[in-house]
């Protein structure tokens, strides 16, 4: 199966940079997602990081460490919309199966 | 283009009905989910689809039914509603590039 720890908050303040970390245990690993949910909403794809190394997309970007099974999403240039839950998120090889981290909340303060 | 749309949005039962959520997406994807979201819990997967008229066992299949029974829908079912199925449920599909796409969440309250 698969467990997947991610700290429950963080706060940062607008303009800051912040980092949250994702650590996940396995029997197999295709790849780590971020989502991002805003209030309980529909959650939205941030990112994807098949192999190591970072990926970059805007104030947004994502790395992987396949080795040390660990990965994080890296928000830059914090705005207050920003304040969310990120998920992160482990696909299983062969099958459909997408488990989910329990999510930090990120809370941006002027 | 709706994308993934969820019926009903809010739905209160009492302990022992049954209901039937469905969830609807115009991508043409094969891969259908259904997840709960309980405070402090994040996402766990119930059950998912890889394709019509396949079923698989997610995290936490216990109390419910699902089915395939065409590309576009996914239906997720509870028998005997009990109140620990309180929760919001999402429904979501997988893109090509395997991103998933959510539907806006169905609110569940079982008394």
């Known amino acids: 199966g698969q467990s997947l720890e991610q700290p429950s908050e963080v706060t940062a303040v607008e303009g800051a940079i912040v980092q949250i970390n994702c650590t996940y245990q396995t029997s197999g690993f295709y790849g780590l997602s971020w989502y991002q949910q805003h209030d309980g909403g529909a959650p939205t794809f941030l990112s994807y990081n098949g192999l190591d190394g970072l990926e970059e997309t805007g104030r947004f970007s994502s790395f992987l460490s396949r080795s040390d099974s660990y990965g994080y999403l890296l928000l830059q240039e914090l705005q207050m919309k920003d304040s969310a839950s990120y998920f992160c998120?482990?696909?299983?090889?062969?099958?459909?199966?997408?488990?989910f981290g329990q999510g930090t909340e990120l809370s941006v303060k002027p | 283009n709706a994308g993934v749309t969820q019926t009903p949005k809010f739905r209160v039962l009492k302990t022992g009905q049954s209901m039937t959520l469905l969830c609807a997406q115009d991508?043409?994807?094969?891969?259908m989910y259904w997840y709960r979201q309980d405070p402090g819990m994040g996402l766990r997967l119930i059950h998912y689809s890889v394709g019509e008229g396949t079923t698989a066992k997610g995290e936490v299949p216990d109390g419910y039914n699902v089915s395939r029974l065409k590309k576009q829908n996914f239906l997720l079912g509870l028998e005997s509603a009990a109140p620990s199925q309180t929760s919001v449920y999402f429904c979501?599909?997988?893109?090509?590039?395997?991103?998933?796409?959510f539907g806006e969440g169905s609110r569940l309250t079982v008394l």
């Open positions: 998120a482990v696909r299983e090889p062969g099958g459909g199966k997408l488990i």
């Open positions: 991508m043409n994807h094969e891969y």
């Open positions: 979501a599909s997988k893109g090509d590039t395997g991103e998933l796409f």
